[in-house]
T-cell receptor
């Protein structure tokens, strides 16, 4: 059972447009991560956010963690074809003594040149 | 190699066959994870190893699924009597330690094995 819902599920935009992907959790996690996965490859970690209200920027990508630490967003400015991929949010929990990651439902992004 | 490798990359099995999927983690990584990913969905946790000890197998969908990591490095995920619903990409990930500085520890993923059960 997926505890993290992402929206939209699929997004197709023109190069240069801006977009936002949302991640909503039914649980509070110790930290929240965002990954990008390209076809035929495993997910690659983009960022980890830990503190409620935290904002992190990675070039054209801005990640925000909600105050209640149950929701997050990823905003991409001036999207490029290289941004195409499956974007996954994930919640990390350490109650078992190790980092257990629960992935969201995913958002498939297509940027058209 | 520098990253996590998995073999085979593609596997086609007839229903009822047994399959074995291999994962070579990054050298020295203590933690190893297996995930199952359906097409277009996020990966779902299957099992976790800390060195050779399997500490969490709560995500294994049935007793047909078995994983091992006998020497604390290479791991094998075995699926017995495969069913069509087992068709998915199986991802392996490793991380340096169980926790890491700051309370989080990056997992590095392999490219996955795409299993198709006919």
């Amino acid at each position: 059972t997926q505890l993290l819902e992402q929206s939209p599920q699929f997004l197709s935009i023109q190069e240069g447009e801006n977009l936002t992907v949302y991640c909503n959790s039914s649980s509070v996690f110790s930290s929240l991560q965002w990954y990008r996965q390209e076809p035929g490859e495993g997910p690659v970690l983009l960022v980890t956010v830990v503190t409620g209200g935290e904002v992190k920027k990675l070039k054209r990508l801005t990640f925000q963690f909600g105050d209640a630490r149950k929701d997050s967003s990823l905003h991409i400015t001036a999207a490029q074809p290289g941004d195409t991929g499956l974007y996954l949010c994930a919640g990390a929990d350490y109650s078992g003594g190790y980092q257990k990651v629960t992935f969201g439902t995913g958002t498939k992004l297509q940027v058209i040149p | 190699g520098a990253g996590v490798s998995q073999s085979p990359r593609y596997k086609v099995a007839k229903r009822g066959q047994d399959v074995a999927l291999r994962c070579d983690p990054i050298s020295g990584h203590v933690s190893l994870f297996w995930y199952q990913q359906a097409l277009g969905q996020g990966p779902e946790f299957l099992t976790y190893f800390q060195n050779e000890a399997q500490l969490d197998k709560s995500g294994l969908p049935s007793d047909r699924f078995f994983a091992e990591r006998p020497e604390g490095s290479v791991s094998t995920l075995k699926i017995q009597r495969t069913q069509q619903e087992d068709s998915a990409v199986y991802l392996c990930a490793s991380s340096l330690s169980k926790r890491g500085a700051g309370g989080y520890n990056e997992q590095f993923f392999g490219p996955g094995t795409r299993l198709t059960v006919l």
